[in-house]
């Protein structure tokens, strides 16, 4: 009688643990593609940046020359997630990242452009990636 | 006294906290410095509203602004001029070792026969500065007095000439109109110069708190809350559903904010730069409108259209998706 209550907890333990486990493990997966659309959302968003390392803006502040451009810090970028209070998605995450402004300054353009750029802002920008129908979107 | 010495600790190490906390928000704007102290003659002289010899202040304010950097991870040396020497070896900044450095230098010395070869200093020096890791901050503590030898502008616009990246500021000591006059001089060679008071630093730690960040850092300046897909039916200010769910889950965001917010709309290129700066601020109003629906205060947003964006490539459908958005700043 004993060991029948013994088994019979143990299996109703297994029925309850088993959705649970494999929620985690969807839960976990999707944490994953989380973190790989970051990383590819981050980049996408740099390379469509008009202004961007490879092509600083110039214009001129008084008597020299700044060359200036903006760029995503992709160190910063992290997300996390949570489930949805939203009918039109299953999760929303939270993706943080910094978008630093850098500035190099000389007496002709090509100076300003080749000299040694330094941070001269910091947005600190955060969004809301939805995950929807299977896949994480901006 | 072992409660008090807790207590000393427990302070240190929340201060430390702070400290680490803070750090982690800021951004170095240089990757090594050099702190340069005048130690000539005139600067042994007393400066009487310091009560103090003005070699003696600048050791206090350099021994204070040694502390005041926060730890990004510089680069860094000690330097003096009159006569030109090295005090500390440039390497990994080490706050200790600056420190020992700085409590090393005279405050005291011969006043009389003793000109400053300042420009001789600089260039005495700027082998050294040749090696450092850019962008470099050269911080200059002097009263610019009794210039002898090579003149110190001219060797400073010479090396700003020869190594791109570098920087001097200015932290005056200066008692004659000459001698301020050689200060100035200096800090106007190059817009990205920082010229201050000693004294001024020596009074008021907010100030010093700023000339460190003028030279050292800077701080995180904005934040915001950037939306995309948030659309709106084809020529219309009425969201659709999908994005009544983004605008959900950005009041939560919100709400958890006590701040006012700018909502900025912004447009892609296509039409007409009218029809897009109104198109924003009708959408911008809608988006408003929605989220003080949701709870978030009409009081604490702003709408503004904010029209058409070239922040991403509008030649391409993603960079025009990426300048569809909301931005919502924190002000």
Redesign the interface.
């Known amino acids: 009688m004993f060991r029948k209550s013994w088994m019979g907890i143990a299996f109703c333990g297994l029925l309850l643990m088993t959705p649970a486990n494999s929620f985690a493990v969807n839960e976990s997966k999707i944490q994953a593609d989380l973190d790989a659309f970051v990383l590819q959302y981050v980049t996408?968003?740099n390379k469509?940046?008009?202004v961007n390392r490879a092509r600083p803006q110039v214009f001129k502040?008084?008597s020299?020359y700044i060359a200036t451009f903006?760029e995503i810090n992709q160190r910063t970028a992290k997300a996390q997630m949570r489930k949805?209070?939203?009918?039109?998605?299953d999760y929303?995450a939270?993706l943080r990242y910094?978008e630093?402004t850098f500035e190099s300054?000389?007496n002709t353009r090509s100076?300003a452009t080749s000299?040694?750029f330094?941070?001269?802002?910091?947005?600190?920008?955060?969004?809301?990636p939805?995950y929807v129908k299977g896949k994480w979107?901006? | 006294m072992k409660t008090f010495r807790h207590a000393l600790f427990a302070a240190a190490l929340v201060m430390g906290i702070a400290s680490a906390a803070q750090a982690a928000d800021l951004v170095r704007k240089v990757d090594s410095f050099d702190l340069l102290a005048d130690q000539s003659g005139s600067m042994m002289m007393q400066a009487p509203e310091l009560k103090m010899t003005k070699a003696a202040a600048a050791k206090q304010v350099l021994a204070a602004v040694n502390e005041a950097i926060p730890d990004l991870g510089y680069k860094a040396s000690v330097h003096t001029i009159a006569p030109a020497g090295k005090v500390v070896e440039y390497g990994d900044w080490n706050r200790s070792a600056t420190a020992d450095g700085i409590a090393s230098l005279k405050s005291e010395g011969v006043i009389f026969g003793r000109m400053t070869p300042m420009g001789d200093g600089f260039a005495a020096n700027s082998g050294d500065y040749a090696s450092m890791a850019r962008p470099t901050a050269i911080v200059l503590a002097s009263d610019g007095a009794n210039n002898t030898g090579i003149d110190p502008v001219a060797e400073a616009a010479a090396i700003y000439q020869a190594q791109p990246g570098i920087c001097f500021h200015v932290i005056s000591f200066a008692d004659t109109e000459e001698g301020q006059a050689v200060l100035d001089k200096i800090a106007g060679l190059n817009s990205c110069s920082v010229s201050v008071k000693g004294a001024d630093l020596l009074a008021d730690q907010n100030a010093l708190n700023q000339f460190v960040a003028d030279v050292f850092y800077t701080g995180a300046a904005e934040e915001a809350l950037v939306l995309h897909g948030v659309n709106f039916a084809f020529d219309s200010y009425a969201l659709d559903a999908k994005a009544q769910g983004i605008l959900d889950e950005a009041a939560v965001v919100l709400k958890e904010k006590n701040v006012h917010v700018t909502l900025e709309g912004w447009t892609d290129s296509v039409g007409t730069d009218a029809y897009n700066k109104v198109l924003s601020q009708n959408r911008a109003n809608a988006v408003k409108a929605y989220l003080v629906q949701q709870g978030v205060p009409a009081s604490k947003l702003t709408a503004v259209g904010m029209g058409k964006s070239f922040k991403y490539d509008n030649a391409t459908e993603e960079g025009r998706y990426l300048n569809r958005r909301v931005e919502l700043l924190f002000n």
Do not use: D
Request: some cysteine; overall charge positive; charged content about 40%.
């Open positions: 996408k968003a469509r940046m008009t502040r008084g020299k903006t949805s209070n939203s009918k039109h998605f929303v939270t910094e630093l300054e000389g100076e000299g040694q330094r941070c001269v802002k910091i947005r600190k920008l955060t969004e809301l939805r979107e901006n």
